[in-house]
């Protein structure tokens, strides 16, 4: 089984496509909205504190168990152990890992839907396919089922073409591209009027908010989700990484850029938003809050580019490409979960793996369509708000309780020799095995209770 294992062919590939499972809607679109209307600065200090505090370190447990396994998140998990009942702890683990992963991208292939179709409306609007342009602009059951089934094809097939064919080869194509798009934005809003009162409410902080639990539960889900974490997405991204790289320096890097990037866009979509209001689109809801949900991305950006004229349709079309890339590079993240379970665990290739699979997923993603009121949010925070961080957990007492140490140690060694004498070695297992699983328990009983 081993020489079938697909592997990245170098740092640089594994990071672009670890960087780009992490950076996503949740960065571009979930954290800045989040920050403007929890307390400016406030959330971005919790969320960057948390990051660093428990998603990082368990970040680092998915990478240590991966490479170590070479497998799988259910083959991981289940072989850590050596009584029978952990293994079997370790396998339920796992698939129930990977069954978050596939609701998640059940929910996230309907928004990457929506983004697609805002791309493609001005684009053929420009190349003169007017009626088109007018069926992607008018929201309906059908375009929606359509839009997201383009984007499940578009994942199924590079997730089909393998480790380095399709993933390492789509992520170093198109990060790039993103980091392109979106620093150009970037520049072009901060330069228009109103930009600075949007970057005033999106820094200057308001600490009192920071007393919420519910806060609290969201800034840690948002760390946990923008980190793509506890699902097995990261994990099976470190076991296609060479033994010879560091695992905490990639894993450093890869918080760094997924925060340092969702700390960006709010330097562009708040701001834009003001940019919006000084050009007389409304950007509070009823009750006087920002509007952060779907009206932001749907409504007050288009107004935004409507307003611009030329400048607004290239604007669009770059902005709605941003997204697009963003969601696809981490669509294709969380497919590789489940089949990577299913090419290692069963007879079946990895292209009629990623079909089926894919296609199960787009069943689901179907019926949430068809009962949007009822399912959206409950499979959102059933998924991110609760399951992530618990399987956070979970990883964490794997790596700190049942993974030997020794095996830890020799794992952090073959990339980073002298780690032993690192901070990192004296910090990173007694953190991982106690302080880690405590602080999220705490934060989650908390937010219960509130
Ligand atoms: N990290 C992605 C984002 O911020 O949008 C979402 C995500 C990707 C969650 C992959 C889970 C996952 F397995």
Redesign the pocket.
């Known amino acids: 089984m081993m020489d079938k294992r697909g592997q990245f062919s170098s740092k640089i590939g594994f990071l672009l496509a670890a960087v780009g499972?992490?950076?996503?809607?949740?960065?571009?679109?979930?954290?800045p909205t989040q920050a403007a209307s929890n307390g400016g600065g406030a959330f971005v200090l919790a969320y960057l504190l948390l990051a660093f505090l428990l998603a990082y370190p368990a970040l680092m447990a998915e990478l240590v168990i991966g490479r170590y396994a070479r497998a799988n998140i259910v083959t991981a998990l289940g072989d850590l152990g050596k009584q029978p009942h952990t293994r079997l702890l370790g396998k339920a683990v796992g698939y129930y890992g990977v069954l978050?992963?596939s609701l998640?991208?059940s929910f996230?292939a309907i928004v990457a839907g929506w983004m697609l179709a805002e791309f493609g409306q001005p684009l053929t609007q420009l190349i003169g396919w007017h009626s088109a342009a007018q069926w992607l602009a008018q929201e309906s059951i059908l375009r929606n089922l359509i839009v997201a089934l383009v984007f499940m094809a578009l994942t199924i097939w590079i997730v089909a073409r393998g480790v380095e064919a399709g993933i390492e080869a789509w992520s170093t194509r198109l990060m790039p591209v993103l980091f392109v798009i979106l620093l150009g934005l970037i520049v072009y809003v901060l330069f228009q009027p109103g930009a600075t009162q949007g970057l005033r409410t999106y820094l200057v902080p308001d600490f009192r908010q920071l007393t919420d639990p519910a806060l609290l539960l969201s800034a840690m889900g948002q760390a946990f989700?923008?980190?793509?974490?506890?699902?097995?997405?990261?994990l099976i991204y470190g076991s296609y990484l060479r033994k010879q790289d560091s695992l905490p320096r990639l894993g450093a890097a890869v918080t760094l850029m997924?925060t340092g990037i969702?700390f960006t866009a709010g330097l562009l979509i708040i701001p834009a938003m003001y940019v919006a209001q000084h050009h007389g689109v409304p950007i509070y809801g009823e009750g006087g809050e920002l509007l952060a949900g779907p009206g932001l991305i749907f409504q007050v950006l288009p107004s935004l580019f409507d307003t611009m004229g030329t400048a607004g349709v290239g604007l669009s079309i770059a902005f709605f490409a941003l997204m697009s890339i963003?969601?696809l590079t981490?669509?294709i993240?969380?497919l590789e979960?489940p089949v990577s379970v299913t090419v290692e665990r069963t007879q079946l290739q990895r292209p009629g793996a990623a079909l089926a699979i894919g296609a199960a997923i787009f069943v689901v993603s179907v019926l949430i369509i068809f009962n949007m009121e009822t399912l959206f949010g409950f499979i959102i925070s059933l998924?991110?708000e609760y399951s992530?961080p618990l399987l956070g957990i979970a990883l964490c007492i794997f790596v700190g309780w049942i993974m030997h140490r020794n095996h830890v140690l020799e794992e952090l060694k073959a990339g980073h020799k002298d780690i032993e004498h690192s901070v990192f070695w004296k910090v990173w297992p007694f953190y991982v095995r106690v302080i880690c699983p405590v602080l999220i328990l705490l934060a989650f009983v908390q937010s219960l209770r509130g």
Not at 21 to 31: D, E, H, R, T, Y
Not at 225 to 234: D, H
Request: hydrophobic share 55%; no cysteine.
């Open positions: 499972s992490a950076v996503g809607l949740g960065n571009i679109w979930g954290f978050i992963a998640i991208l996230y989700f923008s980190l793509s974490l506890g699902v097995g997405t990261m997924d969702a963003a969601a981490s669509s993240s969380m979960a998924t991110t992530q």
